[in-house]
């Protein structure tokens, strides 16, 4: 972690070939969370997400759709936009790389870096993957296929621009070495580190001529020639900062990103083409770059031939943005592949949320609404001491266990501790039976006991589940009859364990989760 009070994170910008999956859901779902938490724990969080516009894909894509390749981005954004409204993605900015003030910066650098000469130009004969857009030299083909997307390839030979990115080849091996968080996690780093220990890093082309591709930012200094939809796409997370962090506080530096988050296909173009491009230009590098697993469907890989792409939007209709969040961040290690199905996403709803979560809720609210005319009692004396004992000590472990998880964006853990405090919960209520409790006068004392504690379990829960679901997490501070607001950064131990809660009046409401009985009709993803 930086020292500094900013955090600054990013998605990858995605290419508007096409509408949002489940796997663009899953990256920014993920830099929600994390934007989420730290706003929470007071830092000035800069969350930046957007769109990807130039480039063969797009201009294809348009072409395909009969339209010019600028109206089918603005055909397209909309879809991204509005799918981050409806999953509360809480971002601070959205760039399009199509917006002139970044189009500037891109040329901008392009000539710096051309003044610098650390841009030639050269003849260039290569194998050409037109999906990836970036050449492969002879020994990374095999049998005519991209070693990365095994399309057909193609043998291009044309005059293009180069950046010396090959003489940097050491400087990073040295970065990557001396800053273990730079690239996570760590079997990445060791992928990353291999394959530049083992290969002479070459220099990039950065330009292709627009007789070949016209849907670029020109080249500044030749008009024959844009700029490879690569550069132009890296340089976004440093642009969007010159005309973007509108509403937060004036004059902050948020460079270096504190986390670029990524998928795997995209690491190498983040820890090797974007490392070499700032160190060329001067910049400090992020602090780090995490890659995340593949989610595939079913067991296989998502794609449109298949007819199994996962719509988000499907996802929210049928489960509500907060399952769908949750879901995703707890069924998988971040970091590893996964694999959705509906049927895991129907288990974890009823297991983890409606049996879990809202039954804990439901249920205490219940029993303060029956027995205590719904206001939240004080503690009585101790009915299960040792329980008690261990429900507090986790309590109080939780913040730090949080915190620890999110530095390391180890999302699962912390929802698994977070499930074991809801645990511990149940046991304690199932143990101690304040529907019996109520029925004697004389254990009155005991009974708020029960129910004090399982409240404040659940405004603890309800804090650190408020990343995660932030609707969930809203509705339960409510119904609690607590006033914190969680769009603000929370004052040290507000609504923390030992923060006073007894005589808060609930108001209680619908269930959180309703439990979902069988897989509704038509329900393929
Ligand atoms: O690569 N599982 O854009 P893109 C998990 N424009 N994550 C997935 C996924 C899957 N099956 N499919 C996609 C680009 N993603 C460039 C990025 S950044 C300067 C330029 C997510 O639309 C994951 O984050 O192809 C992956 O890296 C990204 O979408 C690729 O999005």
Request: proline fraction near 6%; charged fraction near 20%.
């Amino acid at each position: 972690m930086t020292t500094s009070n900013t955090f600054y994170i990013t998605t990858p910008i995605y290419y508007v070939n096409d509408v949002p999956h489940i796997g663009h859901a899953y990256t920014t779902v993920a830099a929600d969370v994390l934007a989420r938490y730290w706003r929470l724990r007071g830092r000035d969080v800069f969350f930046l997400t957007g769109l990807d516009e130039h480039g063969q894909k797009v201009q294809q894509a348009a072409a395909k759709a009969g339209v010019d390749p600028q109206t089918h981005c603005d055909r397209l954004a909309p879809q991204f936009t509005n799918l981050w409204q409806r999953l509360n993605i809480s971002h601070n900015a959205f760039i399009r790389t199509t917006d002139k003030p970044h189009q500037a910066v891109v040329q901008r650098y392009l000539q710096q870096l051309y003044d610098k000469q650390l841009i030639y130009k050269a003849d260039y004969t290569g194998w050409y993957c037109t999906y990836d857009e970036r050449f492969w030299t002879e020994k990374d083909v095999v049998g005519g296929l991209c070693p990365d997307c095994k399309r057909p390839i193609e043998q291009l030979s044309e005059h293009n621009y180069f950046f010396k990115m090959g003489q940097y080849q050491d400087r990073l091996i040295d970065h990557i070495r001396q800053h273990e968080e730079f690239i996570r996690p760590a079997s990445r780093r060791n992928e990353v580190l291999g394959f530049l220990q083992t290969q002479k890093l070459g220099d990039l082309s950065i330009s292709r001529p627009t007789s070949r591709l016209s849907w670029g930012i020109e080249l500044p200094f030749d008009k024959d020639y844009i700029t490879y939809v690569w550069f132009d796409a890296l340089v976004n997370y440093i642009s969007a900062l010159e005309y973007l962090p509108q509403g937060l506080p004036a004059g902050v530096r948020y460079w270096p990103a504190d986390v670029h988050l990524v998928g795997k296909d995209i690491l190498t173009t983040h820890a090797v083409y974007w490392s070499t491009m700032l160190m060329a230009l001067g910049q400090p590098l992020p602090h780090s770059i995490f890659a995340h697993g593949w989610w595939t469907v079913d067991g296989e890989k998502m794609s449109k031939s298949r007819g199994n792409v996962v719509d988000p939007n499907k996802m929210v209709d049928q489960f509500g943005a907060d399952a769908f969040r949750y879901f995703l961040l707890r069924e998988v290690p971040f970091g590893q592949d996964g694999d959705f199905s509906h049927s895991a996403l129907v288990t974890t709803v009823n297991a983890k949320l409606a049996n879990g979560i809202g039954n804990l809720l439901s249920r205490t609210l219940t029993m303060i609404e029956r027995s205590c005319a719904g206001v939240i009692p004080d503690r009585g004396p101790a009915v299960l001491p040792e329980l008690e004992q261990r429900i507090e000590n986790l309590a109080n472990q939780l913040p730090e266990k949080t915190e620890t998880g999110f530095n390391a964006l180890l999302f699962r853990d912390v929802l698994l501790t977070i499930e074991e405090l809801n645990g511990l919960c149940d046991e304690y209520i199932d143990k101690s039976a304040p529907w019996k409790l109520a029925k004697q006068p004389e254990a009155r004392p005991q009974l708020h006991t029960v129910l004090n504690t399982s409240a404040r379990a659940l405004r603890l829960l309800a804090l650190l589940l408020h990343p995660f679901m932030p609707n969930a997490s809203a509705q339960m501070i409510h119904q609690l009859g607590l006033s914190l607001d969680l769009s603000q950064p929370l004052a040290p131990h507000a609504g923390l364990w030992d923060a006073p809660l007894a005589g808060s009046i609930i108001h209680k409401g619908a269930s959180l989760f309703p439990r979902i009985e069988s897989k509704p009709q038509g329900a393929k993803p």
